[in-house]
């Protein structure tokens, strides 16, 4: 392959992806490309399958059959913390942090998995201040993170996901439970990583959040994509309507 093919490929390739659970089917036949630099929507009602796609992607779940092709390599059956020194990250809905370590050191430890111990303990907290001053909660490294409110908690899980270094980034409903004003916080960050060249996948069933975010939308219903294209595309489309209100 030449220099040029390579950089005409998408950074992830999802190929004719299908995932059962005995003989219940949540994923069906689902193939997608995401362009580096894309900002993408993932929407669907509870139990469309969305989250079955990104463990998928991220390695939680093995594809049966399918494919995930990220920077032109196949990492189908690569296991999840292969995929994350790879480069994809996520987020998670329910933030986990370690609740024994501050928030610095919450993300030195990410930085220590992402980098293979190849820095010393004085350049991982640098580096984890970076990411800290970038998210706006320089001021909490040396906080424990159960003093943190809702909206520093869903930052600081962001956060752990940038300190893997990724190239594409999943952020699972990271806006939930979140007021107006946190929501508009929260979504400044995300537009701002974008402009930093990471690619973002987001999750979210908060619309006016997906519409701003999103250059593409893709929406799933029972496993399968019903829709796919620019927001006011999607949003216009009827099976969407008929998927989100069942009008």
Do not use: W
Request: aromatic letters at 4%; proline letters at 4%; hydrophobic letters at 45%.
């Amino acid at each position: 392959m030449t220099s040029a093919d390579a950089s005409e490929l998408p950074l992830l390739r999802i190929g004719a992806l299908t995932r059962r659970f005995g003989g219940f089917t949540a994923l069906d036949d689902v193939s997608v490309d995401i362009k580096a630099g894309e900002r993408f929507g993932l929407i669907g009602p509870n139990g469309s399958g969305k989250t079955t796609l990104i463990n998928c992607i991220s390695g939680a779940f093995r594809t049966e059959p399918g494919t995930v092709m990220f920077c032109g390599e196949d990492v189908t059956r690569l296991p999840p913390h292969v995929r994350t020194r790879r480069g994809i990250a996520r987020s998670f809905q329910i933030p986990r942090p370690f609740r024994s370590m501050t928030v610095a050191e919450n993300l030195m430890v990410g930085l220590d998995f992402a980098t293979g111990a190849g820095l010393s303990a004085a350049e991982r907290r640098d580096a984890a201040m970076v990411i800290l001053q970038q998210m706006g909660l320089s001021a909490k490294a040396d906080v424990a993170t159960t003093r943190l409110s809702q909206v520093e908690l869903r930052k600081m899980e962001l956060a752990r996901a940038l300190a893997t270094r990724p190239k594409l980034l999943i952020s699972d409903e990271a806006m939930a439970g979140l007021s107006g004003s946190e929501i508009d916080e929260v979504l400044d960050l995300l537009m701002k990583l974008a402009d930093e060249s990471i690619t973002i996948i987001m999750i979210e069933h908060i619309m006016q959040a997906v519409m701003r975010f999103s250059q593409r939308i893709m929406c799933l219903d029972a496993g399968r994509i019903i829709a796919i294209g620019e927001p006011a595309e999607v949003m216009a489309n009827a099976r969407v309507q008929e998927a989100y209100l069942g009008t």
